[in-house]
């Protein structure tokens, strides 16, 4: 074997019947511009169905669709996507029949060909098909804030949360409501390529990277964000834009358009922090780049980051790292060194 040879994952994305098309967009666009931001790894993606055609949520016909497969290569991803109640036409009794054959057609096919060795990925109510095919039962998971009562009621043994983005447990990942199958994708991207990849990915989309709350942060800029509230996303774009600033709580209730006790409350809701743990943070995460970077000392540094002192600068370093900023700044030194 060429040891220069890609590494390729087959692909195998599932249409239901009344397919919300931006869960089959979203994803696999992500995967398309990984494979043109690296060469490491190949996603090699095929679409497949139980019906050759299936009208999409926009009533965008998508055509010449493989059939589901026989068997999957151990290796496989399956990435199922969510569908509609209505199109945006009506389809008739006729085609409503055909819609419950063809997605009863794909819950046998995931009951009978999904393997623990595959990769199960649902994208918004796609864990609805995955769940009567019992593949969700003692798993904890995820779906659009609309069908968590749907998939609680199919898999009750399921662990269902909510304002979740995504949620990984084992071979199996959920994710929430159309959108945030991008965020879930980039997330696979960050685990089978790299980080860098994924980021890579999220700025050509012109999207936000977030990790799943249990997961290990990709980075101290990413932590916190793996919700769906926009008021804490826009104060925390707004920190993370400029750290060193002057933050009151009062200045940022107010880009958030809410009190501030309703702030905090939401912060430690939403973001699983306070906020001024999140600006320390952020401020910690600028520090360490500086370090890096720079020949600043740790007076300079810590006044470029919004610390009173250098003394602030390493309190603060001390509760997220387990060596001083000069400690790190010598590791970083003979790293490049070697």
């Known amino acids: 074997m060429n040891a220069d040879a890609?590494?390729?994952?087959?692909?195998?994305?599932v249409l239901p019947p009344r397919t919300l098309l931006l869960d089959v967009a979203g994803p696999v666009e992500v995967l398309r511009v990984a494979n043109l931001a690296q060469s490491r790894v190949r996603f090699d993606v095929r679409h497949v169905s139980p019906s050759p055609r299936v009208t999409s949520s926009i009533g965008l016909v998508i055509a010449d669709l493989a059939a589901l497969p026989a068997s999957l290569p151990d290796d496989a991803v399956v990435i199922v996507a969510g569908s509609v109640t209505?199109?945006?036409f009506v389809d008739g009794a006729q085609g409503g029949q055909r819609a419950s054959e063809d997605e009863q057609t794909i819950v046998d096919w995931l009951r009978a060909r999904v393997r623990e060795c595959h990769s199960l990925i649902c994208i918004c109510s796609g864990a609805l098909l995955a769940a009567r095919a019992g593949w969700l039962d003692e798993r904890t998971c995820t779906t659009h804030f609309a069908c968590c009562g749907d998939l609680a009621r199919l898999a009750p043994r399921a662990r269902v949360v909510e304002n979740r983005l995504f949620?990984?447990?084992g071979n199996i990942r959920t994710s929430a409501g159309v959108s945030?199958?991008?965020?879930?994708?980039l997330h696979e991207v960050a685990q089978r390529v790299d980080t860098a990849c994924a980021l890579a990915v999220a700025r050509h989309l012109v999207v936000y990277l977030r990790r799943g709350g249990a997961d290990p942060q990709l980075?101290?800029?990413l932590a916190g964000r793996n919700h769906i509230h926009p008021a804490?996303?826009?104060v925390q774009d707004a920190i993370g834009s400029d750290p060193a600033?002057?933050?009151t709580l009062a200045g940022l209730a107010q880009a958030a358009s809410t009190s501030a006790r309703h702030l905090s409350r939401l912060?430690?809701?939403?973001?699983?922090?306070g906020i001024r743990d999140f600006i320390n943070r952020m401020r910690v995460a600028l520090a360490r780049e500086l370090i890096a970077n720079t020949r600043l000392d740790m007076e300079h540094v810590a006044e470029r980051c919004g610390f009173a002192s250098a003394r602030q600068l390493r309190r603060a370093w001390r509760r997220m790292h387990a060596t001083s900023p000069q400690a790190a700044r010598a590791l970083l030194e003979r790293s490049a060194a070697g």
């Open 167 to 169: 949620v990984q447990d």
């Open 245 to 247: 600033h002057e933050w």
């Open 6 to 13: 890609p590494q390729r994952v087959p692909v195998f994305v």
């Open 267 to 273: 912060f430690n809701e939403h973001a699983g922090m």
């Open 219 to 221: 980075s101290p800029w």
């Open 180 to 185: 945030a199958g991008i965020d879930l994708m």
């Open 232 to 234: 804490v996303h826009r």
């Open 86 to 88: 209505e199109l945006a």
